[in-house]
């Protein structure tokens, strides 16, 4: 080992050691005071025993206590307020506190006349009781005496083998400095592996070269490209079925949302140009005609409401995709459900003919308002697709483990072709009839995303001229715990 290697290993070594002696004072200074601590807290709890007996009507003498009257406070006593309420109640207005004899010859007698004194104040005097401590403190002094030589023989035999102990963790440092620099060899001519590093390199290129030509390839006007698979190696083949898998749905949900944004702009360009026409139409004609100026103000108000509405189902779907929705379930009779929307429909619509069938059902576990809402929308629905004076129809019926809620109407109904996109937010079987109606596409995805939240499905039966049947199916509450 070099000079150098072994001046740090000693250095370390000598840290750590006086590391151990610190420690090692600290205990020892540590336990004298908890020593004193629990002396004072004993004497106090006995002195505040004896006290009755000891300056009472009739004092007796206790061996291992003494009583004395002063004149004055005692000064050196001292009584900590913030563990005042700690103390026996009985000398818990008292002065206390050890008393040292400084004069004593040696340590041992020093220890011997360590006491302990509490004093109150009494009929215009002040009463105190000392305990003597210092048997208890000589026999504590041997304890911390033993325990602390034994902490010192520790360290002291100690240091020797802290140094050997880190020497040999040090070692292979110490090896990798004090070694010369080693130089390696050339290689000889019969090395290839470079060689065999390239052809490796040129092997996993022509692997991945299918893939990442398509990916770097692939944007937001491109996201129909795939990768070949019969150009792939084999090994890479079930990586490209994932990405290419991974690409459709991106292409699905991009797709989806440009016609969103799409059908979205339209809806609300409508109204607004409509609103624009009949300000012009205000601005020109309005102020001298009031016909004009009322039909501006209908039609105004009317597209206003209009986009209101489509604005309000927007923040609906969105607040649904983002799961911000409130929605709380609990148990739902359905049967006073359905019964107040049908009471609510009459009311509001009499061009139609009313009927109700419902049967004792069992509860459902529902958001209530959000179930009514769906309802509402399927008999919105009913009332624009069904000419006056035909008949709508709400039902309501279960099986083993479904609760049925059903509006059927005798409209103008749909046809197969269109029943798988009806769901689809700003879908429309006929544009110009649904304008007519003032709908906005949207009301049958909002009640898909709410039936979907509760765990059912629809059973839609459409046929075009004779009507449509509706059926929102839920699980029945003892079904769904």
Same mark, same amino acid.
């Not at 304890?143 to 020797?160: C, H, K, V, Y």
């Not at 440009?258 to 102020?287: C, N």
């Not at 039902?395 to 059927?408: A, I, P």
């Given at each position: 080992?070099?000079?150098?290697?072994?001046?740090?290993?000693?250095?370390?070594?000598?840290?750590?050691?006086?590391?151990?002696?610190?420690?090692?004072?600290?205990?020892?200074?540590?336990?004298?005071?908890?020593?004193?601590?629990?002396?004072?807290?004993?004497?106090?709890?006995? +002195?505040?025993?004896?006290?009755?007996?000891?300056?009472? /009507?009739?004092?007796?003498? =206790? !061996?291992? *206590? %003494?009583?004395? $009257?002063?004149?004055?406070?005692?000064?050196?006593?001292?009584?900590?307020?913030?563990?005042?309420?700690?103390?026996?109640?009985?000398?818990?207005?008292?002065?206390?506190?050890?008393?040292?004899?400084?004069?004593?010859?040696?340590?041992?007698?020093?220890?011997?006349? +360590?006491?302990?004194?509490?004093?109150?104040?009494?009929? /215009?005097?002040?009463?105190? =009781? !000392?305990? *003597? %401590?210092?048997? $208890?403190?000589?026999?504590?002094?041997?304890?911390?005496?033993?325990?602390?030589?034994?902490?010192?023989?520790?360290?002291?035999?100690?240091?020797?083998?802290?140094?050997?102990?880190?020497?040999?963790?040090?070692?292979?440092?110490?090896?990798?400095?004090?070694?010369?620099?080693?130089?390696?060899?050339?290689?000889?001519?019969? /090395?290839?592996?470079?060689?065999?590093?390239?052809?490796?390199?040129?092997?996993?290129?022509?692997?991945?070269?299918?893939?990442?030509?398509?990916?770097?390839?692939?944007?937001?006007?491109?996201?129909?490209?795939?990768?070949?698979?019969?150009?792939?190696?084999?090994?890479?083949?079930?990586?490209?079925?994932?990405?290419?898998?991974?690409?459709?749905?991106?292409?699905?949900?991009?797709?989806?949302?440009?016609?969103?944004?799409?059908?979205?702009?339209?809806?609300?360009?409508?109204?607004?140009?409509?609103?624009?026409?009949?300000?012009?139409?205000?601005?020109?004609?309005?102020?001298?005609?009031?016909?004009?100026?009322?039909?501006?103000?209908?039609?105004?108000?009317?597209?206003?409401?209009?986009?209101?509405?489509?604005?309000?189902?927007?923040?609906?779907?969105?607040?649904?995709?983002?799961?911000?929705?409130?929605?709380?379930?609990?148990?739902?009779?359905?049967?006073?459900?359905?019964?107040?929307?049908?009471?609510?429909?009459?009311?509001?619509?009499?061009?139609?003919?009313?009927?109700?069938?419902?049967?004792?059902?069992?509860?459902?576990?529902?958001?209530?308002?959000?179930?009514?809402?769906?309802?509402?929308?399927?008999?919105?629905?009913?009332?624009?697709?069904?000419?006056?004076?035909?008949?709508?129809?709400?039902?309501?019926?279960?099986?083993?483990?479904?609760?049925?809620?059903?509006?059927?109407?005798?409209?103008?109904?749909?046809?197969?072709?269109?029943?798988?996109?009806?769901?689809?937010?700003?879908?429309?079987?006929?544009?110009?009839?649904?304008?007519?109606?003032?709908?906005?596409?949207?009301?049958?995805?909002?009640?898909?995303?709410?039936?979907?939240?509760?765990?059912?499905?629809?059973?839609?039966?459409?046929?075009?001229?004779?009507?449509?049947?509706?059926?929102?199916?839920?699980?029945?509450?003892?079904?769904?715990?």
């Amino acid at each position: 080992m070099s000079n150098r290697s072994s001046t740090f290993v000693w250095k370390l070594a000598s840290y750590w050691n006086w590391k151990r002696f610190c420690t090692a004072v600290g205990t020892m200074f540590g336990s004298a005071v908890l020593t004193f601590i629990i002396v004072g807290i004993t004497a106090e709890f006995d +002195i505040a025993r004896m006290f009755p007996v000891l300056t009472g /009507e009739n004092p007796t003498a =206790v !061996t291992g *206590y %003494t009583v004395s $009257t002063e004149d004055r406070y005692y000064d050196d006593g001292y009584n900590p307020k913030v563990f005042e309420r700690y103390f026996p109640e009985y000398t818990r207005e008292g002065r206390r506190g050890f008393t040292f004899d400084v004069n004593a010859n040696g340590f041992w007698s020093w220890i011997e006349k +360590i006491e302990y004194k509490v004093s109150l104040y009494n009929d /215009e005097k002040w009463i105190s =009781v !000392t305990k *003597y %401590t210092g048997d $208890t403190f000589k026999i504590a002094a041997v304890i911390w005496l033993l325990g602390s030589l034994f902490e010192l023989i520790t360290w002291f035999f100690g240091m020797p083998g802290t140094f050997v102990s880190v020497r040999r963790r040090l070692r292979p440092l110490t090896d990798l400095t004090d070694a010369p620099p080693q130089v390696a060899p050339a290689p000889t001519v019969t /090395e290839a592996k470079p060689a065999l590093r390239v052809a490796d390199n040129s092997e996993q290129k022509e692997r991945l070269g299918a893939i990442s030509e398509v990916i770097a390839r692939i944007n937001a006007g491109s996201l129909d490209m795939r990768i070949d698979i019969s150009k792939c190696h084999p090994d890479l083949k079930s990586l490209a079925e994932a990405i290419n898998s991974m690409l459709e749905r991106i292409d699905e949900a991009y797709r989806l949302q440009s016609r969103f944004v799409s059908d979205a702009s339209h809806e609300l360009r409508t109204p607004i140009a409509v609103i624009q026409g009949y300000a012009s139409l205000m601005d020109r004609w309005g102020k001298a005609d009031p016909e004009a100026l009322q039909e501006s103000i209908s039609a105004v108000r009317s597209e206003a409401e209009a986009m209101k509405q489509l604005v309000e189902q927007l923040l609906f779907l969105a607040r649904g995709d983002n799961a911000s929705i409130h929605y709380k379930p609990e148990a739902v009779d359905a049967k006073a459900l359905t019964e107040e929307v049908f009471r609510e429909s009459q009311m509001i619509d009499d061009k139609h003919v009313w009927e109700l069938q419902t049967a004792d059902v069992s509860m459902v576990y529902a958001d209530q308002t959000l179930l009514k809402q769906a309802l509402r929308i399927l008999v919105d629905n009913a009332t624009k697709y069904t000419p006056a004076g035909e008949a709508i129809f709400l039902k309501l019926s279960q099986d083993n483990t479904h609760v049925k809620l059903t509006v059927q109407d005798e409209g103008i109904g749909m046809s197969p072709e269109v029943l798988p996109y009806i769901f689809d937010r700003f879908y429309r079987a006929d544009s110009s009839r649904d304008r007519k109606t003032g709908g906005t596409g949207l009301g049958l995805s909002i009640a898909k995303w709410i039936v979907d939240k509760h765990g059912g499905y629809f059973d839609i039966l459409s046929r075009e001229g004779i009507g449509t049947r509706m059926t929102i199916c839920l699980k029945k509450e003892n079904n769904n715990q």
